[in-house]
């Protein structure tokens, strides 16, 4: 069997002989960016090859292995502080986790046990906590979920802890609260590693369906990295990981299903029908996750299909029942999600955006990384162009917030109509002042930006995202009998949404013409809201009944939809 030396760890794997890399590498642990799932469209999954005296580029998912390699990483230096929580103090008085305390005697009496004596104090022990508890006299701390005991620990272990995770598809974001003192400890953010199985939702669905054993593999990624981040995190600050007595998860269906070893498939195939809401609270390893002996997992609740727990969860956070207003929440990414509240009306939808708003099936394209342009502007008169990258590098890439600023500058200056047509370099007069921002490439029209182009195919890929998120808004709005006038307050919310500047958004047409004044940025309301079911028992109560409230509109079955999504792929 061939040998594949790894030289980032010096490990060295084996192989079949005519195996594909990726999957080699993907089966033995390593996280590889392939977010075509393989397909060799991305060309993202790009390694070094070393066999013998040679050494070549290749991608790994068309390699296949036929000798012992060495194989090196390239390093595409990520961006880092993803987008987290800005929680740091809280009130924890209404917490779903209290703590009651009492001081045993030896009695002598040897017609009760220990366990009769502790439950005339803290109520009915179960097994778990029987088997974990120190039985003695002295000082004990009962330890409650909601009215449930979950621990009892001695005088020194009295500290109360909790974690709140938000698993997007692209990143994971986590806080660890310290319950007893009302305050976040240290804060985590990380690329989603499953990643690794295709960028979007339908990537990694369907690698579950290829092969189930790939759906463990992903279940495992992503439970191993929260995991490896939050005993990080408790190892720095010397903390004891079993006074951990809680993980809220918040995460879109697919990534629920995932997370929970759970088999999306049917998610994929008509009638596209969820498994389960995933309303659980659940102990952490019938999840695989090794952390505290008394370590609970809660997953909040979906609404639908395809608006899960993380929507559910930032619109309970806002308290949006409490606000007496028109309100339009979205969540803009590769499956957007929308939330309308008009009057005492609630619908929900999900828009398939697709990915190239991260910068999927874009020539130049990848994720918000140091080196990705993040922001353009144009100069007509001086003909120049202010290109903001990530980093401040030499730009070698565009994200999706530079691709949305290009679409918004080349409106500006008429390199794009309204129907996305992009000009012909040849077709502009020699003393056009557009021509500077064009260049000709293998005899195609492209937006010049320097290293980095936009193409036609770009602008269209960015078009069907467009429509999409348009149309759905557009179909809402129809269902509920509402116009955009009639919106009081637009909170944009999630990674993507918070670094689209307004302009991009309202001047690309993605969202209706609403006042710049009435749109907010709730940054990373699904972790907020993740947080906020640990510490507000109301909240936490609440969540069901929302997400009953909240109706689902599922746009393809409209019979307008088809001519909806044309319409709206116009930049007007």
Known sequence: MPKIHILSDDNIITANEGKILLDVLRENGYFIEAPCNGMGTCKKCKVKIMDGASEETVLSCEYKIISDISVEFFDEG???????SDIDTFDASDSVLTMKTHVFEDTRDTDTSWEDEYEKVFGQISFNVLKNTNFSKGEKHAIYLNDEV???????????YAAAVDIGTTSVAISVLDITHGKVIERASFVNPQISF????LSRMSAAIDLKENLYKMQEQITKAIEENILKIFKKYKLDIDSLYEIIFSANSVMMHILMGVDPTSLGIAPYKIVSYFNFEIDAKEIGMKLGKYTKAFTIPSISSYVGADILSGVNHIDIEKIDKNIMFIDIGTNTELVLKYKDKYYASSCAAGPALEGMNIEFGSRA????IENVFFDLDNGTKNIVVIGKEKAKSICGSGVLAVIREALKIGLIDYRGRLVKLEDLAEDDKRRPFLNDIDGKTVIDLGEVYITKKDIRNIQLSKSAIMSGIVLLFNKLGMTAEEVDDLYIAGQFGYHLSKDMLVDTYFIPNIAEEKISYLKNTSLDGAISVVLSKKKRENLLSLSKKIKFLELSYDENYQKVFIDCSYFK
């Open 150 to 160: 979950i621990a009892i620990r001695d005088k020194d272990d009295e500290k109360i």
């Open 198 to 201: 295709g960028l979007d939702v």
């Open 78 to 84: 990520k961006a880092e502080n993803l987008l987290t």
């Open 369 to 372: 990384e140091l080196g990705a």
